[in-house]
């Protein structure tokens, strides 16, 4: 088991920068990918950035340039937010997928509100 947390959503002017942080423990040794995810209301949920275990990441076209996803220790990856615009105004979840059958785990979300 896996459980997840995030933080560092709220409400920012368009241009300005936010920084969500996402804590896991359990079974930490057993994740080999983790992301986040973000969602609207009346729209499916979409992947907004990836990082594998190996350091592979991968973003959705709409944040590439913009958002960057890390990870310092086994328990933490963060999602670094910059020049944020109405668009990215969402519930931001944290997800992981461990070993060995891929489980995906997410978190609870945080809201991420951009005002322009």
Not at 18 to 38: D, V
Not at 49 to 61: C, E, I, M, P, V
Not at 78 to 91: E, G, I, S
Not at 105 to 114: A, D, I, L, R
Request: proline fraction near 3%.
């Amino acid at each position: 088991q896996v459980q997840l947390v995030e933080s560092g959503g709220g409400l920012v002017q368009a241009g300005g920068s936010l920084r969500l942080s996402c804590i896991a423990s359990g079974s930490i040794a057993r994740i080999y990918t983790m992301g986040w995810f973000r969602q609207t209301p009346g729209k499916q949920r979409e992947l907004v950035a990836g990082l594998t275990s190996s350091g592979t990441t991968n973003y959705a076209d709409s944040v590439k340039g913009r958002f960057t996803i890390a990870r310092d220790n086994p328990a933490t990856v963060y999602l670094q937010m910059n020049r944020l615009n109405a668009k990215d105004t969402a519930v931001y979840s944290c997800t992981a997928r461990s070993r060995p059958f891929g489980t995906t785990y997410w978190g609870q979300g945080t809201q991420v509100t951009v005002s322009s």
